[in-house]
């Protein structure tokens, strides 16, 4: 019998269904019930006899892979895959998957959601509303303003189809697309463009050595000071000291970031200009049945193969 390792926690609480069928076809499921994530080291034992993983942000790197035996695929729970050693993998003929479009609605919702309240001051105007202090802060709408979106894959075309009934004005920057894929409503620009022409620049690309730190002092002198930065990507995609020296002396008006909270020091999170939650744009009750179902087909599909 073939053994399936499944570390996301929402399996537990949101895929029982789909753990009773594995085992009804006959296969051999773990799951991770310690309430958090696996270390390196707990994970190298219990990947030792698993056919097949799917894996959060569980750290499968080149040691990890090496304690996998029997190992055919990778199945990522989400489309990041900067937490495996994806090269290392497949030099091991280990297929690596990830659950394509599973849930690039509700993190495209949790991006607009993030420049209506940076753009309104909502996080500011609550917190003293809160204190009793009927403080009215003025805000800007986005409605004919100009958003840059910088990749345009299944999350960035989604957000360009909701800011484009926002009546935004939308160009983007992404090197593997052309524009005769995309909407016509999207205006293909340089990357520098894109950083001198946006109101609201939103960041959906993946976190590659050819990405890491791209957003850095150079790319922030070009940018308008009132200009809003998006992150629902990956912290690493933003040289932090450059953003930090970015809001307090405001050469950009506002970043918000949906990533992980080790990703930015104490001094950053506590500035005024600036707003962080824990990586949760992709946790929905849709995103999370999408993405059960689509990682476990993407492992049975690779297992099941003759």
């Given at each position: 019998?073939?053994?399936?390792?499944?570390?996301?926690?929402?399996?537990?609480?949101?895929?029982?269904?789909?753990?009773?069928?594995?085992?009804?076809?006959?296969?051999?499921?773990?799951?991770?019930?310690?309430?958090?994530?696996?270390?390196?080291?707990?994970?190298?034992?219990?990947?030792?006899?698993?056919?097949?993983?799917?894996t959060g942000n569980?750290?499968?790197?080149?040691?990890?892979?090496?304690?996998?035996?029997?190992?055919?695929?990778?199945?990522?729970?989400?489309?990041?895959?900067?937490?495996?050693?994806?090269?290392?993998?497949?030099?091991?003929?280990?297929?690596?998957?990830?659950?394509?479009?599973?849930?690039?609605?509700?993190?495209?919702?949790?991006?607009?959601?993030?420049?209506?309240?940076?753009?309104?001051?909502?996080?500011?105007?609550?917190?003293?509303?809160?204190?009793?202090?009927?403080?009215?802060?003025?805000?800007?709408?986005?409605?004919?303003?100009?958003?840059?979106?910088?990749?345009?894959?299944?999350?960035?075309?989604?957000?360009?189809?909701?800011?484009?009934?926002?009546?935004?004005?939308?160009?983007?920057?992404?090197?593997?697309?052309?524009?005769?894929?995309?909407?016509?409503?999207?205006?293909?620009?340089?990357?520098?463009?894109?950083?001198?022409?946006?109101?609201?620049?939103?960041?959906?690309?993946?976190?590659?050595?050819s990405t890491r730190?791209?957003?850095?002092?150079?790319?922030?002198?070009?940018?308008?000071?009132?200009?809003?930065?998006?992150?629902?990507?990956?912290?690493?995609?933003?040289?932090?000291?450059?953003?930090y020296n970015a809001?307090?002396?405001?050469?950009?008006?506002?970043?918000?970031?949906?990533?992980?909270?080790?990703?930015?020091?104490?001094?950053?999170?506590?500035?005024?200009?600036?707003?962080?939650?824990?990586?949760?744009?992709?946790?929905?009750?849709?995103?999370?049945?999408?993405?059960?179902?689509?990682?476990?087909?993407?492992?049975?599909?690779?297992?099941?193969?003759?």
């Amino acid at each position: 019998m073939k053994k399936i390792l499944i570390t996301p926690r929402p399996f537990l609480s949101k895929g029982q269904k789909y753990l009773d069928e594995l085992q009804a076809a006959g296969y051999i499921v773990e799951c991770n019930t310690s309430g958090g994530r696996f270390s390196k080291e707990e994970l190298m034992v219990k990947i030792k006899d698993a056919d097949a993983i799917i894996t959060g942000n569980d750290p499968l790197d080149q040691d990890v892979i090496d304690c996998a035996k029997k190992i055919k695929v990778i199945s990522k729970y989400g489309v990041g895959l900067d937490n495996i050693n994806v090269e290392y993998a497949n030099s091991r003929n280990i297929v690596v998957h990830k659950a394509l479009n599973a849930n690039s609605v509700s993190v495209a919702e949790m991006a607009i959601l993030m420049m209506l309240s940076s753009a309104r001051k909502y996080v500011e105007i609550e917190q003293q509303a809160k204190c009793s202090n009927d403080v009215r802060l003025v805000g800007t709408e986005l409605h004919k303003k100009t958003l840059g979106l910088i990749g345009l894959g299944a999350i960035g075309k989604h957000v360009a189809h909701i800011a484009n009934a926002m009546g935004m004005e939308i160009i983007a920057y992404d090197p593997y697309i052309n524009q005769s894929q995309i909407f016509p409503y999207i205006n293909f620009k340089e990357l520098d463009e894109v950083y001198q022409l946006s109101d609201v620049i939103s960041l959906h690309l993946p976190l590659l050595d050819s990405t890491r730190h791209m957003i850095d002092q150079h790319a922030f002198e070009k940018m308008k000071p009132s200009a809003i930065l998006i992150n629902t990507a990956r912290g690493g995609l933003i040289d932090e000291d450059s953003l930090y020296n970015a809001l307090i002396t405001h050469k950009i008006s506002f970043a918000s970031e949906d990533i992980e909270l080790k990703e930015r020091k104490e001094e950053t999170k506590q500035l005024m200009n600036y707003s962080i939650t824990p990586h949760a744009a992709s946790f929905t009750q849709e995103a999370d049945l999408n993405t059960i179902q689509i990682s476990i087909k993407n492992v049975t599909n690779e297992l099941e193969k003759k």
